[in-house]
């Protein structure tokens, strides 16, 4: 009989961060400022939240509110990456959070519309098939709550906001990269960014982000930070590294 490997999740760039933010939370480095600490507070009640008890009970309801549960977590994360309110080092441990959870982004509710965000569906989350690994998701449950535990919680009495200096880093893709609108409920708009100068717009691209901008060179020797698109429109789409 042959045993599956278990399934893995988009989780580099998570572990990296994590170690990030608890050494500089232990170092004293980084005490969070209020819309830090308000955004850790929004994804902890995300994180923590307990599956909700229903009177007539089933598998499939079950199975739904688990995947329902990891879906909100993805949502609170993007919402707080692409809101521009928190500090550099929240905004990379967002996009971080957001992209270990890429795999319920539609689950168990894609979007309506066609034109709706499109992710890719990490290669090896599973096998093969577009089911998220949910067990494997709700194991990164309790290190993410310890985490946004400790960043939401009060600050010393006395002492002041600290961040520490962002970690840029910079990455070549070879893609696309779409820019969605919502002008109306149901209704999406999808954009294929193109470079001002050529109007190439299959890259290849190289991406640099200091979690303030994020700047796209074209091989044709035009840089820029006006191409509108979200941090998550960019970061969701590029390999985990």
Not at 167 to 195: L, S
Request: charge should be neutral; include cysteine.
């Amino acid at each position: 009989m042959t045993i599956s490997p278990p399934p893995r999740l988009p989780v580099l760039a998570l572990s990296r961060e994590s170690a990030r933010a608890r050494q500089w939370l232990d170092a004293g480095e980084w005490r969070p400022d209020a819309a830090d600490a308000d955004a850790a507070a929004q994804v902890l009640h995300r994180l923590a939240a307990p599956l909700p008890t229903r009177g007539a009970d089933s598998a499939r309801a079950r199975a739904v509110d688990r995947d329902r549960r990891l879906q909100r977590i993805w949502r609170a994360a993007v919402h707080h990456l692409d809101a521009g309110a928190v500090s550099p080092p929240a905004a990379a441990l967002s996009a971080a959070v957001a992209r270990a959870f890429l795999p319920w982004y539609a689950a168990p509710n894609p979007p309506p519309a066609a034109a709706a965000p499109h992710y890719p569906i990490p290669q090896d989350t599973a096998d093969g098939s577009q089911e998220p690994p949910t067990g494997a998701g709700e194991a990164l449950l309790p290190d993410l709550i310890a985490l946004f535990t400790a960043l939401a919680a009060p600050a010393p009495p006395g002492s002041a906001p600290r961040t520490p200096s962002a970690v840029p880093w910079q990455e070549r893709y070879a893609g696309r990269f779409r820019h969605y609108g919502r002008p109306a409920h149901d209704v999406w708009t999808a954009d294929t960014v193109r470079c001002a100068g050529c109007a190439r717009a299959d890259g290849p691209w190289t991406v640099a982000c200091d979690w303030e901008r994020v700047t796209l060179g074209c091989p044709c020797g035009l840089v820029t930070d006006r191409h509108g698109l979200t941090f998550s429109e960019i970061f969701l789409v590029l390999p985990d590294r």
